[in-house]
């Protein structure tokens, strides 16, 4: 709660870093409270948001929250696809730790 007042605060000044990241937050509170399709709709929205921006990290990271989001709510394809577009993102991100991470984790669930 902390982390999101501080980051509301920082909106309200203008910095652009600041609205993707309090939904992807507000996707974590949903989906913490079990709220999944809150939760969708909110990691599909930083998903766009940060597509737009240009900030390929962080669309990394709610793609990747919103499969494991969508693991939790049982649609495992969805997932995959969304695991699989996080990955992409990463490595074009340059961060190849976190792609055999996430090469992993998916060969665990799928198989």
Not at 15 to 21: A, G, K, M, T
Request: proline residues 2%.
């Amino acid at each position: 709660q902390q982390c999101t007042k501080q980051l509301k605060v920082w909106n309200k000044q203008g910095h652009p870093n600041c609205p993707h990241y309090l939904t992807i937050l507000d996707a974590e509170e949903q989906f913490l409270r079990g709220k999944h399709s809150k939760a969708v709709t909110a990691y599909t929205q930083a998903i766009q948001s940060t597509s737009q921006r240009g900030y390929v990290h962080d669309q990394a990271l709610a793609n990747e929250r919103l499969a494991d989001c969508l693991m939790d709510y049982g649609r495992c394809d969805d997932a995959k696809y969304r695991y699989g577009e996080s990955s992409r993102l990463y490595r074009e991100w340059g961060a190849l730790k976190k792609v055999e991470v996430l090469k992993a984790k998916t060969q665990d669930l799928f198989g």
